[in-house]
Structure formats: C-alpha cells, structure tokens
C-alpha cells in the first residue's frame, strides 16, 4: 500500500466508516456522554463539560473502533500480527477470534501482564520483545510467516473507525468550543479532529494531551515531522517510540495544540476518576488530567468535551495509585 495523504480523510468516508463501526458485528458501543456537573469530579473552572465514556466501550477501550472498521475492509480468515502494549492488542484479538483470523500481537516488554493474559485467553499470541526490537519482530512475522501488518495507529482504515468516536460527540453537543483527546502515537486525535472539522466545526478547539515523558507528537508539531523517541510513562499506551505519518499529517491540518501532563498528574487523575466511580487507566486519564491542572487554555463559559479513552486498569495497578 503506497503512502496515503491527508487528503485521502474525506467526510463521506469517515460516515461510511461510522456506518462501518456502528453496524460491527463486533458490538461497538455508542457509549454514553455525561455531564460533569453530574458527578461528584471537582471543577475550578466555569464552563460546560461532557465526558464520553470510552472506558465504557467493549474490549474496554475505543481501540475496537479503529479495529472494527480494519477488519472490514481485510480479507476474512487472513493472518495478521501487530505491535501493542495492550488495548489495541485486546481488541484486535477480540476481531480476531470473531472473524477467525491467526494473530499474533508483539508487545512492548514494559507492557501490563494482565493485558498479554487476556489476549493470549483469546486464543492470539503475544511475544514479548525490548521497544527497539518490536518492528524487526513483526518484519520476520511478515517475512517467515507471512503475516501482513495491521497498524495500530497509523493506518487509514483504523483512523476513520476511530472517527466515528467525533461523530457521536457532534451528536450529542453539536457545537463544541473545544474538545481534549489523549495522544500515543495519534490514531485516535487525528480520527476525532478530522470528523469534527471536516463537519463543519472549523472553530471547535481540539486538543491533544500526552505525557511528558512521550511527547512524540508535541516534539513533531515542533520539528515539523514525524520524530521518534524513547518514550517513558505509566500510560503506557500513550508510549509508543514515534508519532504516526499520518496521524501527524491530520493533527498539523485540525489540532489546534498538543500540551503536555507528568506521570504524577496522570496518577493523581487516575485516583479522582476512581473516588468519583469512574475506573479508567492512565492512558484514558490523560484528557481528564490536562483539564483539572489547567493546561487547557480558554475554558472559562465554554462547552467542552473531554475524552476517556479506556478503563482497563488491573485491581493491582489500582492500589498503587490510590493515595
């Protein structure tokens, strides 16, 4: 497949992808929308905030978005492998086992125990390898074995499914001031940015949030490509070792930043979530972070939205966060 442009990320194409998604037989979820104010969540700012609960969504997070619409457009019974440190690696078992595909997921060896079980329970492998070995893994997969790649986050396919996440926001509050996203390696910020501008929203504000010891894409948006690095966090699915080409194409056209949270805040979110009964790991606490230490310009009388992105944190992983 030759090298696709920004430009192939049309809006006639991200709806077919929603019609994709929506009617899955995976069972995606158009997963609820809450109001704020209607939790217990502190607030030190005057605006109007939405949370879309993707922790809420099947395989536990909005990875079987992107995987859903892949899937689709892939031949059945194929053999594919992947790179994860986790929840696409979960959803993409998840298809796996549906479609009845042979998969393999190579994974970061930094990555959760408890995520590699669950997909290997789905009858997937997973091998284990150091960051800086993971793509000559998957390039022997594909070389030996002859698998074919299924990128987890730079790829169009899993771009327009992740899309669809935009889609149901702009139905619920159809006018959005701003909207936060987490950003690994920019899969899901590219999908929810292109489907709210490419609707019309040209003065929504989309913000993506990484961590500081991952800032793949803020250092990208600075030396105007795509860089790599030997990224380190406790979201580890915010971690990947470089920012997606196409996800940072989309992100320059409709981001209008990428501001940045450290490990303690992203901790410390994780434990507000939690008392406020919302379970969500790391990775899906980053949005809900940058918000509550303000790093969001421009809040104040606004309606905002702000992403979860997923909820599979293991009991153990909880207790350590909890102060």
């Known amino acids: 497949m030759g090298e696709v442009s920004a430009d192939a990320v049309t809006l006639d ?8 998604v929506r009617s ?15 939790t217990t969540l502190p607030l030190s700012i005057s605006c109007n905030i939405h949370i879309k ?3 809420m969504q099947r395989t536990g997070s909005f990875k079987i978005r992107g995987v859903a619409n892949q899937f689709a457009r892939r031949p059945t019974g194929g053999r594919f492998v992947t790179i994860s440190a986790g929840n696409y690696g ?8 549906h479609f ?17 079980i669950f997909i290997q329970s789905l009858g997937v492998e997973v091998e284990r390898a150091p960051t800086s070995c993971l793509i000559n893994v998957v390039n022997r997969c594909v070389q030996e074995d002859n698998m074919t790649f299924l990128h987890s986050f730079d790829d169009l396919d899993l771009i327009a499914g992740h899309a669809s996440l935009g889609m149901e926001v702009l139905e619920v509050m159809p006018e959005p001031d701003v909207v936060v996203v987490c950003c690994g390696g920019g899969g899901l910020l590219a999908g929810v940015a292109a489907a709210i501008k490419l ?16 800032c793949t894409m803020y250092k990208s948006f600075i030396e ?7 990224s380190k966090s406790i979201a580890s699915g915010l971690a990947p070792p470089f920012a997606g080409r196409l996800p940072y194409e989309l992100c320059q056209r409709y981001v209008e930043g990428i501001v940045l949270v450290s490990d303690e805040e992203i901790k410390a979110a994780v434990s507000t979530l939690y008392r406020s009964g919302l379970v969500v790991e790391p990775s899906g606490s980053a949005a809900f972070a940058a918000i509550v230490n303000n790093k969001i310009p421009e809040l104040e009388g606004k309606d905002v939205v702000c992403i ?16």
């Open 24 to 38: 899955s037989p995976l069972g995606v979820i158009n997963t609820p929308m809450i109001a704020w104010s209607q």
């Open 224 to 230: 105007k490509k795509p860089v790599e690095m030997d």
């Open 199 to 214: 609707s019309g929203c040209s003065k929504t504000k989309i913000y993506g949030v990484e961590p500081e010891g991952a």
């Open 53 to 55: 609960l993707e922790n």
């Open 90 to 97: 979960k959803s993409f078992a998840y298809a796996s086992k």
């Open 13 to 20: 194409m991200l709806r077919e992808a929603r019609e994709t």
């Open 308 to 323: 979860l992105t997923g909820g599979n944190i293991g009991k153990s992983e909880l207790l350590n966060f909890q102060d």
């Open 100 to 116: 009845g595909s042979k998969g393999k997921v190579v994974m970061p060896e930094t990555a959760p125990e408890n995520k590699s």
